[in-house]
Structures are given as structure tokens and as C-alpha cells.
């Protein structure tokens, strides 16, 4: 094999994406947009490394992958435990239940999707994947048009909970601030870059405001505790705590844990580590 081909096959297996579509017994898959796995490989390779800094590009990696080897969308994403689109959160039984999905509503629907995978194909085909500035957009707007024609299938309290379950699905895996100014949630609710930035400013703030919460609380409970204990060893215990000594930790952020914290107060007496402390 070449040396080129070599290095093409380890960088998709190291970005945890198989090299080619194989059936469960081994032999290669049919209906996939490649006759040979070179082919597949550089494809899936030219769109990884477009993806290398483009978190919006990189989450559409599944559905691309979906779509080069010609297996039902969301396989892809079911299999690495990552965030599905509308069209592959019907493969999961249990969501088709949840938005009272019939078998031959869901038939038709495979039946569809079919037709339309090769279309996207065919779509994706003509793709510059070197054009990075609109790469994003042009595949989203491949899966847009999918979910738009698939939504006719469905009935419109099904679509609506269809959506209502991918915002829960996003939500599993990133904060909501990350949900909110990214597409496309982002998109869907207009955000400007603008709102995206106030809402990561504000979002900091209020993790920062939570900690001091928490740290009220670990407060509360570390007293409760030692209330169990009789005078003696509780002062034994804050003489092993001593003053307070404030460590960071890797991020920077400052932890305390001294006999004032024990007492549910500051007693001022504590030394700073790091800058500004």
C-alpha cells in the first residue's frame, strides 16, 4: 500500500470513524458514493481535516459519513454516542414510540430516506471541500432540505416533538449557552453574534456566582458534620485544617478549604496563592 494511503486510513481511524461502510459479516457495504475504500478514505479524510476547526462543520461529520457509505442517517451518531439530526433520532425505537410513529408511517419513511440519501450523494459529490469558508452551510443546507421533505411525512404534533427531543439530545452533550449560539438553534432563533457573546459573558458569571453557592453550601454540610463530633475532636480537626490557604487549581480558579470555611465563616486570616489573590 502507499504511504499516502497509509496515512489516510490512520487519520480517519484515529478521528474514530471506520475506514469504509462493512456489512456484519464482513464484506463491503452497497449503496455508499464510493466503488473502493481509497476512494472513501480521502473523501472522509478531506472533510475531517476541513473539520479540524470548525465545530460547526465537525458535528455535521456523522451525517456526512451517514451519507458516503449509504447506512440510514444517524447510524453514525448512534454508534460514537454523539448528537443525532432530526432524520437519525428516528432510527431509536423508542423515540418513534415517544412521538406515536406508526410501522407503516416509519416504512414509508425508510422508503423515503432511501431515495433521498442518494440524492444527498449525489449533492455531497459536488462539493469543494477545500471551500471551507461555505462548507458548513452548503451541507447544512443539503440536511435541511432532507428534514424539510421527510417532515411532510409526519404528522405535525410528531414534527414538533421530533424537535422538542433533538433540543434534548443537543443539551445532553453541550450547556445550554453552546445549544443556543450554534446552528441551528442559533439560526431557528435569529441570535446575532451580538446575543451570542452577552449570553458567554453572562453564562461566566453566573458559573462563577454558582460556585460561591456551592461553596455556601459545602460550608453547611462540613459544620453539620462536625457538630456530630464532641468539642474536643471538633477543635482537634481545625487544629489539623489550620488557617486558611487558597490553592488554583488548573483553570485558574481558587479553592479554599480551612478551619474558617469549617465554621461557615471567612476568618480573614488566609494566605493567597497566584496572581490577584
Given at each position: 500500500?502507499?504511504?499516502?494511503?497509509?496515512?489516510?486510513?490512520?487519520?480517519?481511524?484515529?478521528?474514530?470513524?471506520?475506514?469504509?461502510?462493512?456489512?456484519?459479516?464482513?464484506?463491503?457495504?452497497?449503496?455508499?458514493?464510493?466503488?473502493?475504500?481509497?476512494?472513501?478514505?480521502?473523501?472522509?479524510?478531506?472533510?475531517?481535516?476541513?473539520?479540524?476547526?470548525?465545530?460547526?462543520?465537525?458535528?455535521?461529520?456523522?451525517?456526512?459519513?451517514?451519507?458516503?457509505?449509504?447506512?440510514?442517517?444517524?447510524?453514525?451518531?448512534?454508534?460514537?454516542?454523539?448528537?443525532?439530526?432530526?432524520?437519525?433520532?428516528?432510527?431509536?425505537?423508542?423515540?418513534?414510540?415517544?412521538?406515536?410513529?406508526?410501522?407503516?408511517?416509519?416504512?414509508?419513511?425508510?422508503?423515503?430516506?432511501?431515495?433521498?440519501?442518494?440524492?444527498?450523494?449525489?449533492?455531497?459529490?459536488?462539493?469543494?471541500?477545500?471551500?471551507?469558508?461555505?462548507?458548513?452551510?452548503?451541507?447544512?443546507?443539503?440536511?435541511?432540505?432532507?428534514?424539510?421533505?421527510?417532515?411532510?411525512?409526519?404528522?405535525?404534533?410528531?414534527?414538533?416533538?421530533?424537535?422538542?427531543?433533538?433540543?434534548?439530545?443537543?443539551?445532553?452533550?453541550?450547556?445550554?449557552?453552546?445549544?443556543?449560539?450554534?446552528?441551528?438553534?442559533?439560526?431557528?432563533?435569529?441570535?446575532?453574534?451580538?446575543q451570542s457573546q452577552e449570553l458567554r459573558d453572562y453564562q461566566v458569571?453566573?458559573?462563577?456566582?454558582?460556585?460561591?453557592?456551592?461553596?455556601?453550601?459545602?460550608?453547611?454540610?462540613?459544620?453539620?458534620?462536625?457538630?456530630?463530633?464532641?468539642?474536643?475532636?471538633?477543635?482537634?480537626?481545625?487544629?489539623?485544617?489550620?488557617?486558611?490557604?487558597?490553592?488554583?487549581?488548573?483553570?485558574?480558579?481558587?479553592?479554599?478549604?480551612?478551619?474558617?470555611?469549617?465554621?461557615g465563616k471567612a476568618k480573614g486570616k488566609g494566605k493567597a496563592f497566584?496572581?490577584?489573590?
Amino acid at each position: 500500500m502507499k504511504i499516502n494511503q497509509i496515512l489516510v486510513c490512520l487519520f480517519v481511524f484515529a478521528l474514530a470513524v471506520p475506514c469504509f461502510g462493512q456489512e456484519k459479516d464482513g464484506k463491503e457495504g452497497k449503496g455508499g458514493m464510493f466503488d473502493s475504500k481509497e476512494e472513501y478514505g480521502n473523501f472522509i479524510g478531506s472533510a475531517k481535516r476541513a473539520s479540524a476547526e470548525n465545530p460547526e462543520l465537525r458535528s455535521l461529520i456523522p451525517l456526512i459519513n451517514d451519507i458516503a457509505q449509504g447506512q440510514p442517517i444517524g447510524s453514525t451518531a448512534a454508534r460514537y454516542g454523539t448528537a443525532s439530526s432530526e432524520l437519525g433520532l428516528l432510527s431509536n425505537p423508542r423515540i418513534r414510540e415517544d412521538i406515536e410513529m406508526v410501522d407503516d408511517q416509519y416504512r414509508e419513511f425508510q422508503d423515503r430516506q432511501r431515495t433521498l440519501q442518494k440524492e444527498m450523494a449525489e449533492q455531497l459529490r459536488e462539493i469543494d471541500f477545500t471551500d471551507t469558508e461555505n462548507l458548513a452551510s452548503q451541507i447544512k443546507e443539503i440536511r435541511d432540505s432532507a428534514e424539510r421533505e421527510m417532515n411532510e411525512l409526519l404528522l405535525p404534533h410528531q414534527v414538533k416533538r421530533l424537535r422538542q427531543l433533538r433540543m434534548q439530545s443537543l443539551l445532553q452533550r453541550r450547556d445550554l449557552v453552546q445549544v443556543l449560539t450554534s446552528d441551528p438553534i442559533k439560526s431557528d432563533l435569529k441570535i446575532t453574534d451580538e446575543q451570542s457573546q452577552e449570553l458567554r459573558d453572562y453564562q461566566v458569571q453566573m458559573q462563577e456566582d454558582l460556585q460561591r453557592e456551592i461553596a455556601k453550601l459545602q460550608d453547611k454540610a462540613r459544620s453539620r458534620l462536625l457538630s456530630k463530633l464532641n468539642p474536643s475532636q471538633k477543635k482537634e480537626v481545625e487544629e489539623m485544617i489550620g488557617d486558611t490557604f487558597v490553592f488554583q487549581n488548573a483553570r485558574g480558579n481558587a479553592k479554599g478549604n480551612a478551619k474558617g470555611k469549617l465554621e461557615g465563616k471567612a476568618k480573614g486570616k488566609g494566605k493567597a496563592f497566584g496572581k490577584g489573590k
